[in-house]
């Protein structure tokens, strides 16, 4: 399987971005895809997820301002991020894995990762 991220850049404080990351090769029937961020010096952690079943989950200080979707048919996942941030700034990553026990948790081992998106939101 491989992941192809696309949609980073610059954005000033409270505008908007979207992401993009399709799948290609044979995936899990049911599977989750969504996104990670990295900042320098810190942990890796989990932005947004959805499932092929549409059970999704968001970082708690993303939540109301970005929103995953997917096209099940195109094995895209989208992230529309909105009223963007500083502290958004960060390396995104797409993430492709199995729908199992501990998903959501931000932890959970993923299958599958795409190369990483710069997002950077300027004050």
């Known amino acids: 399987v491989q992941l192809q991220a696309s949609g980073g850049g610059l954005v000033q404080t409270g505008g908007s971005l979207r992401l993009s990351c399709a799948a290609s090769?044979?995936?899990?029937?049911?599977?989750?895809m969504g996104w990670y961020r990295q900042v320098p010096g810190e942990e890796r952690e989990m932005v947004a997820l959805?499932?092929?079943?549409?059970?999704?989950r968001y970082l708690d200080s993303v939540r109301g301002r970005f929103t995953i979707t997917r096209d099940n048919i195109k094995n895209t996942v989208y992230l529309q991020m909105n009223s963007l941030k500083p502290e958004d700034t960060g390396v995104y990553y797409c993430?492709?894995?199995?729908?199992?026990?501990?998903?959501?948790?931000?932890?959970?081992?993923?299958?599958?990762w795409g190369q990483g998106t710069l997002v950077t939101v300027s004050s």
């Open positions: 090769g044979r995936l899990f029937s049911d599977n989750v």
């Open positions: 959805a499932t092929t079943q549409g059970s999704i």
């Open positions: 993430i492709c894995g199995r729908v199992e026990t501990g998903w959501e948790m931000s932890g959970h081992a993923r299958d599958y």
